[in-house]
């Protein structure tokens, strides 16, 4: 016989699961409290990363249910969600998520929804990508310098103690800066 697991997150400590709780039972499903797997983890960590998520991969079995209430429960990145389904149906487990339906992301109609979502997040980054480059080319165009600012200031002051003889620890730990500061102003011209 099937079980039903839930897996609820949060992204912050601030940010509580139990709307996400109430949500699924007010759909009709029954889930024990004890295959409630409550976690507060940056939906960009992967799902195979978060301990609360491999707590919950840990106790199910072949037949058993996972039911999120939004695809962004199990991950921010498509690529990530859609391993993270594959992963779970090729254990045997059915993924459904509320906010689709409650369709079964592991079943034909959920393979197809995932691949139309998937798509869909391609070509937002895709387009992301497109408007940044056309802006660095029309701010460049335009005679904007980009990148960071030359520090001028830093590398003038490394430059002196170089030629007083310190050597480039010194010059880290008089002037309070990194030694990879040090050795990036110690060759400038």
Known sequence: MSRTFLYCRVSTSTQFTENQIQEVKATGFEVQSSRIVEETVSGSIAASER???????????????LIVTKIDRLGRNAMDVRQ??????????????????????????????????????????????ERTQQGLQRAKSEGKKLGRPAAVKTTERVQKMKALGYIQTQVSAELGIGIATVKRHWNAS
């Open 84 to 129: 993270t389904v594959e992963h779970l149906a090729h254990c045997g487990i059915r993924v459904h998520c509320l906010a689709l339906g409650g369709v079964d992301l592991t079943s034909a109609a959920g393979k197809m929804t995932m691949q139309v979502l998937s798509a869909v997040a391609e070509f937002e980054r895709d387009l992301l990508i």
């Open 51 to 65: 301990k609360g998520f491999q707590k919950l991969l840990d106790r199910m079995e072949a037949g058993d249910v």
